[in-house]
């Protein structure tokens, strides 16, 4: 089992920047790659970015560029930098852990973001 604890999230005015860490505790040597993922009121879920254990990075669409994802030399915490926010990055953020099935199998509670224009 792994449990997973966002912070970070907040309220922000357009152009502003917020930083989101993901902390994570039991059998973390089975995750195999974290994701941010968000969920805006009334949409589906979709991918903000992802590393994996290898340090492999991707990034949606909509916030490359803007948004960095990254860790220190343990795995813990996962961060993701937010810059440049606009109201569409409004949503709820949650990270996500993926095990040997390469599976997003356990998520974090989430944290809310809100971007103010």
């Known amino acids: 089992q792994v449990q997973l604890v966002e912070s970070g999230g907040g309220w922000v005015q357009a152009g502003g920047s917020l930083r989101l860490a993901c902390a994570a505790s039991?059998?973390?040597?089975?995750?195999?790659?974290i994701g941010w993922y968000r969920q805006a009121s009334g949409k589906q879920r979709e991918l903000v970015a992802s590393?994996?254990?290898?340090?492999?990075?991707i990034y949606g669409n909509s916030v490359m560029g803007r948004f960095t994802i990254s860790r220190d030399n343990a795995k813990f915490p996962v961060y993701l930098q937010m810059n440049s926010l606009k109201p569409e990055d409004t949503a709820t953020y949650y990270c996500?852990?993926?095990?040997?099935?390469?599976?997003?199998?356990?998520w974090g509670q989430g944290t809310q973001v809100t971007v103010s224009s």
């Open positions: 996500g852990a993926a095990g040997k099935t390469f599976t997003y199998d356990y």
């Open positions: 039991g059998s973390t040597f089975s995750i195999t790659a």
């Open positions: 590393i994996s254990s290898d340090g492999a990075t």
